[in-house]
């Protein structure tokens, strides 16, 4: 496996070409016309142990599209469960549709026989649209899904140990570039505010951070800036402000061409996944304008942490949070090798988890 490669895939690109580039073991597409189900299930690497990840539904645009996400979202699974130090491998699915029209227990259900059907090589998990509820459902059909309620013995929604992970690799940025890890008086632009950006912000206002907000979402948008006091901002805005952290926790690719010369923000450090647009090209684009880039897949690995507890049967809410406290000594160790190799900090981070997937493929078979 190679550090960093380029991932951006044209259109003409055969579903084999995009599955070989990415090193893919294999792409499971899932079809069922009595509940409308169109899913995609990717499983990138099982090296390390069952590929675990969540599950998000998206009115994509295309298919390409649809699958162009899932190929990217289940590598950096892969990566995530890596560079974290657990014993899992990366997968990822995509339902393709309007959740608000179509999501439904019948059709949760059918994905879970899908799930059911590739026999623990991947286990699922919320994500984008998705909610403990529809774990339930899909729990009715497989074993192998997680943060399922804590009442069925699951636990429950992984976002706050998220955010808590996203926090902790904001602290240790702000101690590599302002010398201290305290966030008093630290302005933050958080784009975002689902269920991880929610918590987020809770932790940035809480420590005295001045926190700016942004959503597609109106209503959510409104219900968190009443309960923090966060300042609401326009989508476009959030770019364009003199803030000291830019934190992106909604869709990926928002740090590009167009955006990375905008940006006053010393660090980036978010939960959403794949914020690079192109890892190869941005991340040293970054490190071209003096931006501190905290691997996304790093950062926010705090829920795989805690559905990886549950499916391993060991889950201590106690013991997860403090095993994702790990993520600030593991950024701070990214940050060291980024700069003693003069080398983007996605590539050091990307370097760290291959060699631990490298050295454990010499000792045992994938999954």
């Known amino acids: 496996m190679s550090a960093v490669k380029e991932i951006e895939t044209p259109a003409s690109t055969s579903i084999f070409e995009m599955v070989g580039n990415m090193g893919h073991e294999q792409l499971v597409f899932c079809n069922d016309e009595a509940t409308g189900l169109k899913a995609i299930i990717g499983i990138h690497n099982t090296v390390l142990g069952p590929a675990l990840g969540g599950t998000r539904m998206w009115n994509y645009a ?3 599209e649809a699958v162009t996400d899932v190929l990217r979202l289940s590598r ?48 699922t998990a919320e994500d984008v649209n998705m909610k403990t509820k529809d774990m339930e459902y899909v729990h009715m059909e497989t074993e192998h899904v997680t943060g399922i309620p804590e009442a069925m013995g699951g636990s429950g929604d992984p976002s706050p140990v ?17 010398g201290s890890d305290s966030l008093k008086n630290k302005s ?13 912000v809770e932790h940035l206002v809480k420590e005295g951070a001045k926190v700016f907000i942004t959503d597609i979402n109106q209503e959510k948008l409104k219900l968190v800036a009443k309960n923090t006091g966060a300042q ?13 952290i830019y934190s992106p926790c909604a869709l990926g690719a928002t740090v590009n061409d167009e955006t990375i010369p905008r940006l006053k923000a010393k660090i980036i450090a978010g939960a959403a996944n794949n914020q690079l ?19 996304d897949f790093l950062i926010n690995a705090g829920g795989l942490i805690n559905v990886g507890a549950e499916y391993y049967g060991t889950y201590n809410r106690e013991a997860t949070l403090k095993q994702t406290e790990g993520i600030y000594d593991t950024c701070m160790r990214i940050f060291s090798l980024a700069e003693a190799e003069k080398i983007a900090t996605q590539e050091a981070a990307i370097k760290i988890a291959e060699q631990r997937i490298e050295a454990m493929g010499k000792v045992k078979l994938s999954y």
Request: a neutral charge.
């Open 162 to 178: 998220t955010a808590y992970g996203v926090y902790m690799g904001i602290k240790a940025s702000a101690k590599k570039v302002y």
């Open 277 to 295: 647009q192109n890892e190869a090209k941005h991340g040293y684009m970054l490190l071209d304008y003096g931006i501190t880039y905290a691997p």
């Open 76 to 123: 950096g699974m892969t990566y995530k469960a890596a560079i974290s130090g657990l014993n899992l491998g990366g997968g990822k699915a995509v339902i393709i549709g309007d959740a608000t029209k179509i999501k439904n227990e019948a059709l949760m259900r059918r994905f879970g026989r899908f799930v059911d059907s590739l026999g623990g090589r991947y286990i």
């Open 188 to 200: 933050v632009a958080v784009q975002g505010v689902g269920q991880v950006g929610m918590y987020l």
């Open 62 to 64: 295309s298919e390409q």
């Open 232 to 244: 609401v901002v326009s989508m476009d805005e959030i770019y364009d402000l003199d803030v000291d």
